[in-house]
């Protein structure tokens, strides 16, 4: 089956720094990338469906110009958190679509101290 | 607006039991659902993908009913082992290209 990997799968950072994650589709070229949010003990929330070589569409609620989405190729789409604040702690999932499936990555934990 | 709903939250069944997870969706204009298992802190394993003119999709233990008239879904586990322990989410299309809503999900622990 299609392969989507993020990196880094753990991060720590300081309050105020910005942090950048990186989604990859390793076997197949996908226009189309989501990101999703995932709080603890709650489903997974979608934040952005990121096209290749277009900007972001963000869903209700979600700032874009704290949750920085490129999607450069069509093999990888970057998440960053700008500024980031203990309330953006949480995990990470990013997803590559090809045809009707999607494939999901194994997720990013951010802990923001 | 599609919403999700599982029932049960959490589920704990001896080893060796068949079990039932069931997912509803108010919007039944969908052309497909997905099913995907999570374990703790990972990711999302897709277990199977149904699509709106099938009625059931089979693989090894799993099989996945819909009934989109009715707005339901079914995930069928025969012969539980423990390994099966995890979270299971539907994902069912929700407006937009391939825009998807997960339901909350059904936490399952099979007892050895």
């Known amino acids: 089956g299609a392969v989507v990997s993020q990196h880094p799968s753990r991060v720590i950072c300081k309050s105020g720094t910005s942090v950048k994650i990186e989604c990859r589709s390793l076997?197949?070229?996908?226009?189309?990338m989501f990101w999703y949010r995932q709080f603890p003990k709650q489903s997974l929330m979608l934040m952005a469906t990121?096209?290749?070589?277009?900007?972001?569409?963000?869903e209700q609620g979600v700032e874009k110009d704290k949750f920085l989405i490129n999607h450069a190729s069509l093999t990888l789409s970057t998440l960053t958190v700008t500024s980031a604040h203990p309330e953006d702690s949480s995990f990470y999932i990013c997803?590559?679509?090809?045809?009707?499936?999607?494939?999901f990555g194994p997720g990013t934990r951010l802990t923001v101290t | 607006k599609q919403e999700v709903t599982q029932i049960p939250a959490a589920l704990s069944v001896p080893e060796g039991e068949n079990l039932v997870l069931n997912c509803s969706f108010t919007?039944?204009?969908?052309?497909?659902l997905q099913w995907f298992r999570q374990d703790p802190g990972k990711g999302l394993t897709s277990l199977l993908l149904?699509?709106?003119?099938?009625r059931e999709q089979t693989s090894g233990r799993l099989n996945a009913s819909l009934d989109k008239s009715s707005g339901r879904s079914t995930l069928y586990i025969a012969a539980s082992q423990p390994g099966d322990s995890a979270t299971y989410l539907c994902?069912?299309?929700?407006?937009?290209?391939?825009?998807?809503?997960f339901g909350i999900g059904t936490k399952l622990q099979v007892i050895p």
């Open positions: 997803s590559a679509s090809s045809t009707e499936e999607q494939y």
């Open positions: 076997d197949f070229q996908a226009t189309t």
């Open positions: 990121s096209n290749e070589g277009s900007k972001a569409t963000y």
């Open positions: 919007d039944s204009a969908i052309y497909n």
């Open positions: 149904i699509q709106s003119s099938q």
């Open positions: 994902a069912v299309p929700s407006g937009g290209y391939q825009k998807v809503t």
